[in-house]
């Protein structure tokens, strides 16, 4: 008898095998045919029209799957792209690098940028890659300048009676470190560094908001502004936020009313929609929950580096 039963158990439980397998097998089948359809029609996943929305916060940095996910925006049946802007600056090859990204996107697509608390610095350099920018009035922008910083401990040494001794090819190789006197040399060398790319970014300003040298001049001592003082001074061509971006878009560019705005996020597979996510979602529905948690976990994207070299960035100020 217990045989019998033995052989009844073994047999459900392979049965059961047999099934998560099918299941897991639907699951794959269903995502291959979702992405060749999206590749065919990428409207079909987002069921039409929208307009992406695409947040830029914290420090730019040359974030790899930012810039990723711009130049994929352009491919994607998005009618239109509002950039959502927060953030003090980064580094100013990053903002660069982000604002090329930007304007490949707007020989495409109408974009419009939107200012949150600020885009200020590298963030104000990436509101340029826009077609219009709106701002709140009391949204901080500008903070046009470029600096570098970098810490000397040369005099606790000397206190602390420590040497850094060092043979190099020339003067101004690995100049400053930091751990010994900045000579003249050195500092000229960083002040020209300094000075190229400030005059990059002042020219930058010029032709994209269509200012004077005297107009320039005025705005790049390295303040920011309010949305509301911007205004007159061109760097900002409205005040309000999404919505009146959306009714420019409307009114401006052609694009349909009353579209639906969608987030477009940096971890997506094809046209906004995460296929890691899609899978995980069809496991769990399926009852494979340790399957479903895999592949969420198989999405997470890894630690971020810290920036360096020039920035453009913009702090609050801290008293003596």
């Not at 392979?14 to 099934?19: C, D, K, S, T, V």
């Not at 079909?44 to 130049?71: E, M, N, P, T, W």
């Not at 998005?78 to 090329?100: H, I, K, N, Q, R």
């Not at 529905?285 to 453009?312: C, F, K, M, Q």
């Amino acid at each position: 008898m217990s045989s019998i039963a033995d052989s009844l158990a073994e047999s459900r439980q392979l049965r059961r095998r047999a099934g998560t397998w099918r299941i897991a097998a639907f699951i794959a089948a269903g995502i291959a045919i979702l992405a060749v359809g999206a590749r065919l029609s990428p409207s079909l996943l987002h069921g039409g029209a929208y307009i992406a929305r695409v947040r830029v916060s914290g420090v730019i940095a040359g974030d790899q799957a930012q810039l990723k996910q711009i130049r994929g925006l352009a491919k994607s049946s998005a009618s239109a792209v509002l950039l959502d802007l927060d953030s003090p600056g980064g580094t100013t090859a990053g903002s660069e690098e982000l604002y090329l990204a930007l304007r490949e996107l707007a020989a495409k697509k109408p974009v419009a940028a939107v200012v949150g608390t600020m885009a200020a610095s590298g963030a104000y350099i990436a509101a340029l890659g826009a077609d219009r920018v709106f701002a709140r009035g009391n949204s901080l922008v500008g903070s046009i300048g470029v600096l570098v910083e970098f810490p000397n401990v040369s005099g606790l040494l000397d206190k602390l009676g420590v040497k850094v001794e060092s043979i190099k090819s020339s003067p101004l190789k690995a100049a400053p470190n930091g751990l010994e006197p900045t000579s003249e040399g050195a500092r000229a060398a960083m002040a020209a560094l300094v000075g190229d790319s400030f005059d990059w970014f002042k020219a930058l300003v010029k032709d994209r908001r269509h200012l004077s040298e005297e107009e320039v001049a005025s705005v790049s001592d390295g303040r920011v502004f309010t949305g509301r003082q911007g205004l007159p001074l061109k760097l900002v061509d409205a005040i309000g936020g999404e919505r009146e971006a959306i009714a420019w878009l409307e009114k401006e560019k052609g694009v349909a009313k009353d579209l639906p705005v969608r987030d477009w996020k940096p971890t997506t597979g094809f046209d906004g929609i995460s296929i890691l996510g899609l899978a995980s979602a069809l496991a769990g529905s399926a009852g494979l929950d340790n399957l479903a948690a895999a592949l969420r976990h198989g999405g997470l994207a890894g630690g971020s580096e810290s920036p360096g070299g020039l920035v453009s960035v913009w702090r609050v100020p801290v008293g003596d």
